[in-house]
């Protein structure tokens, strides 16, 4: 058996056992990449030499006898949101091109202590906004079951390279279904763990109180292994919970008797797409044959949920995002034409990554007079108020991507005097309503089941024209991070045409071993998860 | 609901971003989709609702307040558009200074 055909779980035993050397299984993924990423382009940086470095190194520890960590020798990609010291971290973004973290975000650093081998990093939605891909700065990434669908988002770049063999695992982050979403449109397993159970530290921010990492893999089997890893309290995230971590991987595969797995009937409404709803309820079936009892339950401000988020989360990204202002890193936008650059100053990355500026740029007044570039002297002149103000205001307009821009607008604006209470504040007590509909529903179920998205992986391009559309696209995901709970999507079956279907199960707080449990028991009792797109199937 | 020019105009400000005539146009059209979509939560009773800014019942964390090891200097500049070895260089602040 191949390398990239074997599970997570067979990968470090092989290592753990001799029967595989970390080298051999890094190569053979490596030689994936290479063939295939150039029509999927799930990886914004590849390290080939760090990964073969990091894999000859386990090896040799292996032959010298020292203990091997948790994950020896297992290769794992990682979104572009999270800080990797010795490669770049861009988010997708102009803003961050080239840009060199000084330190390792927490997971990193625990995935690198477990031995594990990280290959690269992925592609995904500029700052992780958008469910398409479509938002990056470099190219949006192609669905491996159909190139000429998108993969979703915002982590698609880790969903897609799991799907197409590229990687056995990856790292994604979910802040309204980012996680959960690509997997189900790429036919793999993500794992959207509760609030603060991963440390954030290094996550590059986008909102604070909804953005959690988890794993993405092609089983539950392979998510609790590296969930094990990444897991646990983080004195540098003063959000990461204290609870211990249980051992995820041994509680896999259990009976299912007994569980109480809710169905919203509100979700099968109109747009449900018909054959993802047959899908669903397959799912439903399969879950009552294995012993679970299905109950409907209610969840009456679920219709709320995409509203609730379009305002928490923009309002959140709009105080984060303020720190990308040229000053500290990231990119700094040319002095104007009045103000000629000095001999001395330089860029944070190369000039040939920013297309030409379309015309002027000047700061829209709001009387409605437009000013002058660079010819205001003072606060209340005409243009900007300093040169300082020109170039946070310039460095931002050429940095960001459309969809950042329209999010840290939506967000200033719902923050800003006479609207705060309007949309913020209102937003927050119906965020406490959807929390309180989970809290009852978590007193007559354990699990609640349903569909991840209203359809299979849409056309690139189908609705990257309608912010609005791809907001809808939402709504079976944001309510979970909401509510700070923990969700799970996986494969339930295939449109006619191909496409993967994806199944959400979602938990109480801290739930995670019940998730992975009755996942790992469906997986057992189907084989959804293992079927793989023709592109990885292709012999060499 | 919908924004008007001036509004999109004056929350670019307060954004820093700046806006060229054609994003003008854009924005005040999308974000007055948006805002329209999301005020719909005006008809949800929310009368004796708290807020809730955190999913979780979180407390405030305090450490000892003792030094710990953090970024050097050179490696805290090491991404920085401009710096001289220690300190971040930007554009005058007051009078219209060319520097950048």
């Given at each position: 058996m191949q390398p990239s055909d074997m599970s997570a779980v067979d990968l470090v035993t092989a290592v753990r056992h001799g029967d595989l050397t970390a080298l051999r299984a890094t190569e053979a993924f490596l030689e994936r990449i290479e063939r295939l990423d150039g029509q999927i382009n799930a990886f914004l940086s590849v390290d080939r030499e760090g990964a073969l470095r990091t894999a000859a190194a386990i090896d040799e520890k292996r032959k010298a006898g020292q203990p091997l960590g948790p994950l020896a020798g297992l290769p794992v990609a990682v979104k572009d949101a999270l800080c990797t010291f010795d490669q770049p971290t861009t988010c997708a973004s102009k803003m961050l091109a080239g840009f060199r973290p000084p330190y390792d975000a927490e997971v990193v650093a625990r995935l690198r202590a477990a031995d594990a081998v990280i290959v690269g990093k992925t592609n995904m939605d500029e700052f992780a906004m958008g469910g398409s891909n479509e938002n990056s700065a470099f190219g949006p990434v192609h669905n491996p079951w159909d190139l000429t669908r998108a993969p979703g988002g915002s982590s698609g770049g880790s969903a897609a390279c799991v799907a197409a063999d590229m990687a056995p695992v990856a790292i994604g982050s979910d802040t309204g279904g980012s996680i959960r979403q690509p997997a189900g449109l790429c036919g793999i397993t993500g794992l959207k763990p509760t609030y603060g159970r991963v440390s954030r530290r290094g996550l590059v921010a986008f909102a604070s109180s909804l953005d959690q990492i988890g794993p993405m893999a092609r089983s539950a089997a392979d998510c609790a292994l590296l969930l094990e890893t990444i897991a646990g309290h983080d004195p540098?995230?003063?959000?990461?919970?204290?609870s211990p971590v249980p051992p995820y991987g041994a509680d896999l595969d259990g009976p299912l008797e007994g569980v109480r797995i809710g169905r919203v009937p509100a979700h099968f409404g109109a747009g449900l797409d018909p054959e993802v709803a047959h899908a669903v309820e397959e799912a439903f079936a399969a879950f009552r044959a294995a012993g679970a009892t299905i109950i409907d339950i209610d969840m009456p401000h679920a219709d709320a949920g995409v509203a609730t988020y379009y305002l928490v989360a923009p309002c959140e990204a709009s105080s984060n995002l303020a720190?990308?202002?040229?000053?500290?890193y990231g990119h700094r936008a040319q002095p104007g034409r009045l103000h000629p650059v000095e001999p001395g100053g330089h860029r944070a990355e190369p000039g040939r990554l920013h297309p030409a500026q379309p015309g002027r740029l000047h700061p829209a007044e709001p009387g409605g007079h437009r000013a002058e570039p660079g010819k205001g002297s003072g606060a209340s002149g005409g243009g900007f108020e300093s040169a300082l103000v020109e170039m946070y205001c310039r460095s931002r307009a050429e940095g960001f991507g459309p969809e950042v821009k329209r999010r840290i607008m939506l967000g200033t604006y719902a923050l800003s005097a006479g609207y705060y209470d309007a949309y913020y504040a209102k937003a927050l007590k119906v965020r406490r309503l959807i929390r309180q509909d989970y809290l009852d529903a978590f007193e007559k179920v354990d699990l609640i089941g349903g569909p991840v998205s209203a359809t299979a992986a849409f056309k690139l391009g189908e609705k990257s024209g309608d912010p609005l559309a791809m907001y809808l696209v939402d709504l079976y995901t944001v309510c979970t991070n909401l509510a700070g709970v923990g969700g799970i999507s996986f494969p339930c079956g295939f449109t006619k045409g191909g496409l993967p279907i994806g199944f959400q199960l979602q938990a109480p707080a801290l739930a995670e071993p019940l998730l992975l449990r009755a996942t790992d028991r469906y997986q057992h009792l189907t084989d959804w998860h293992r079927r793989r797109p023709a592109i990885a199937a292709r012999p060499r | 609901m919908s924004l008007s020019r001036n509004d999109v105009a004056k929350v670019g400000l307060l954004a820093r971003l700046a806006l060229s005539e054609t994003d003008l146009d854009t924005m005040t059209r999308e974000l007055s989709t948006i805002v329209g979509f999301v005020s719909q939560l005006e008809q949800i009773d929310t009368t004796d609702v708290a807020p809730l800014a955190h999913p979780l019942d979180t407390q405030n964390v305090f450490r000892a307040d003792i030094p710990q090891p953090s970024l050097t200097t050179a490696q805290a500049l090491q991404s920085a558009p401009r710096h001289d070895g220690e300190c971040f260089l930007v554009p005058a602040v007051l009078g219209d200074s060319g520097a950048n």
């Open positions: 540098g995230d003063a959000t990461s919970l204290e720190r990308y202002d040229g000053s500290h | -």
